[in-house]
């Protein structure tokens, strides 16, 4: 009982990450699901679902389908959709369902490309783990599939990794942050993954460096710079000068051809609490730090820890009641985190930093969402900061 | 690395002959490890000398995520890395899960990486009767299925069951079937009634295991036949038998 979640809704769990990451592809992508799944992905989890037209489908499975592990029903399904929708590939993906009978949602996949011919990508997804989960695992997946072997470098060339609505919502963020390195004299080769085409993706290994916005493209990175060499730089771009500080690592990073993760200098634990997605906590934190002195900063992380990315005093959330002893501990004087959890707060005399995510307040604030580059957040981490602009 | 699943019907000798096996060839130098697919979590016993380790689910109720590889592989006789992947409280629970949770977790902990045994043996339980106990065949998991079945009509059906199991996962790129392994109970015609059953399935029997007293000596002391009576005619007949595994 001890992880009951009294205020919050359970965050967006690793289909939706999957879905979304391949929303703008050409593709077939099916949750092998009882229809709630796919439900809870298009209604909640997406918000450019409504009024685009995408493939996404659920299988229907039925209690009988479970019972005898009616793979066949599922394969046909999806074999006749795909002779009708001729898509460029297809994806399918388990569920609570499928894991719980042990479908081998590869071992399908194997199945329906062998009788379609069409490239065919299983997706082992729980709706038990976060939504980074599936967003890493399918840009590993497809960049593996679809990256070209041209050992061509494009000198400027930049990937962007880990950039989705569910941690950046449909507002100009995306857009926002191609044009900080475009307008820095860098050519974005492929934004993994909104606004990419397969294509993109197959020409993203003749880039000189990744930039990984957020942690679920640091699996991304470490594949990509193991297999092709290409290095990085881990960070989201934030405000005026964290945006600037970022450019200038990618640069630094292109002449010695290092991989880089922004950590701030100094930092301790205290004062501010973080609730969020881990790099942009981060960098948040970095532009705290670095632009206004504030070094008392912790990340609370929402959806898993990567160490490479923490620091000693960072917290990897378990679940609502950490959240609220935390906030309880009288070690924090402020909280940043989406407006779901000011209600955590209850009377203590904490100041409330609201930072909608897609994740966790889904599209209570999708459309209010904050622009990540330029003077709004900047002056929103100086209001943190207790500095006016 | 070779990654092996050990099938047939409950009761007719997989965990025996899968422990001789690991015993034999680690006594020629390789460095084995034994997974038991089975809740009743018993397939290691004679190579941990009767010592009943936790199981991988045990760990996973106690620690939660926590667990970490030296909690659930031990070393048994000669070095052989053991693990029983464990099971639910009988009669409640869902025992294919728990192997599917069972091999995630060993996976996750990279097991395979940081362990490099130059061989793994899966001693499946009796049958593929779901999801989860066709696990250790699956893509990434054993490359080669061997059934160890008698003369005796349930273990030839349960034999031929899993046989057609294999064949309909051929689309998915699973282990291979690679023969069967004829563990004697002297009964009329034996040797005859399974080769028909490996022709009927398009397999051989790989080797013959007669029946013998040294094995339940053996099993009384808590110890393989290999360890227990290197000398026997039995240790010679699964060392035989352990080199025609290492052929596939």
Known sequence: MSQLCVYLPPFSSDYSGVCTCLFDLNGMVVIHDASCCCANYVSYDEPRWFGNKRPIYCSALREIDAILGDDEKFIRKVVTASDSMKPEFIAVLGSPVPTIIGSDMNGIAQEIEGKTGVPTFGFST??????????AEAMVKFAKYYGGTSSQQNPGGVNILGLTVLDFSDNSNATDILNLFEENGFEVICSFMIGCSLMDIQRSTQAEMNIVVSQSGMA?????E??????????????NAGSEAVVRTVRQACEDRKSRVLHGEGLHDGEVLLLGE?????????????????????VGCLFGMDRALAQDFDIDIRDERHI??????GKYSKLVADPLMKVLLKDRDISFFPLPHVAVSSKLYWHRYKTFIGDKMEAFIAQIAGTSM | MKKIAIYG????????????????LSKKGYKVMQIGCDPKSDSTKALMHGVK???????????????????????????????EAGGPTPGIGCAGRGIITAFEKLEELGAYEILKPDLVFYDVLGDVVCGGFAMPIRNGYADHVFIVTSGEMMAMYAASNIVSAIEGFGKRGYAKYCGLILNSRDIENEYELVSKLARETKGEIIGIVPRDVSVQNAERLDQTVVEAYPDSEMAICYRDLADKVMEV
Do not use: H
């Open chain 2, 9 to 24: 019907k409950g009761g007719i000798g997989k965990s025996t002959i899968t422990a001789n096996l690991s015993a034999a």
């Open chain 1, 220 to 224: 991304l990175a470490t594949f990509m």
């Open chain 1, 324 to 329: 609220r002893d935390l906030i309880t501990s």
């Open chain 2, 53 to 83: 380790i936790p199981t991988v689910l045990d760990q996973i109720k106690k620690n939660g995520k926590k667990v970490t590889l030296k909690e659930i592989v031990f070393e048994g006789y000669n070095g052989v890395l053991c693990a």
């Open chain 1, 226 to 239: 193991k297999e092709w060499g290409i290095p990085y730089v881990a960070a989201t771009p934030l405000g």
């Open chain 1, 126 to 135: 729980t709706g038990f783990r976060y939504y980074n989960r599936g967003v």
């Open chain 1, 278 to 298: 881990q790099m942009i906590a981060n960098s948040l934190r970095n532009s705290l730090a670095q632009s206004y002195g504030v070094k008392g900063v912790t």
